[in-house]
């Protein structure tokens, strides 16, 4: 496991001591990010296993690992466009990511579904509807909407009672590159948070800082 301590809001996260490269035996905790709440109760964890990658050191650049999405998703955004995105970060951020893997749509993982996920020094990304369109049957929690909505993604409340949740093609793409991607680098480079909430506050403020914001914020999503 990653030491661990609180990071402030205005940390200046350049300067962080990102800690020694793999030097900590086992497997650290997986950290995940979640789609959302109306698919399932706090009651239900999520529990999508996946392949281990040991870490090597071998190159300086994460390799790529894709699985087929599986039948009726797709993984919305391609290995370019994440690589090209990995580049644009500092590479203190960066240099301890080993793999990044687009992974393939399970029966486990559509009942408690996810975007992403962070283990040791890997990011798994995970497909969507091939529609664009995610359904529930419960109304998003507020923060939920509003960051879906400032990606550009439209919430639909119908006449049955049910919420659906659109997306356009660049829509899913801004917000797997410029949130779901940075917010699980926010997780690798946390090494001082060890409370689960004060970490997923910590990858939420970085996927902000170092997502949306760095890419124009909402002025440049609403052109």
Known sequence: MKPSSIVSRNRNLATLNVGQRKS?????????????????????????????????????????????????????????????????????????????????MTRKRHRFPCYGMHWGWSIYLYPIEETLVEMYTRAPLPAQRIEAEMYGALWIHDKEGHWRLEW???????????????????????????NRDDRERYAEWFAIEYGYRATGGRRARSK
């Open 168 to 194: 356009t093609r660049a829509a899913i793409k801004d917000y797997y590159l410029n949130n779901i991607l940075i917010h699980e680098i926010g997780h690798l480079v946390d090494n001082r948070n060890s």
């Open 24 to 104: 900590a035996p086992g497997r650290p905790v997986a950290a995940h990010r979640g789609r959302s709440a109306a698919r399932h109760t706090n009651h239900e964890p999520f529990a999508a296993p996946e392949t281990w990658h040991e870490p090597t050191d071998a190159s300086p650049k994460p390799r790529f690992v894709v699985e087929p999405p599986g039948q009726g998703y797709v993984h919305p955004v391609t290995k370019d466009e994440v690589n090209e995105r990995i580049e644009r970060l500092p590479t203190v951020f960066t240099h301890e990511l080993e793999v990044i893997q687009f992974s393939r």
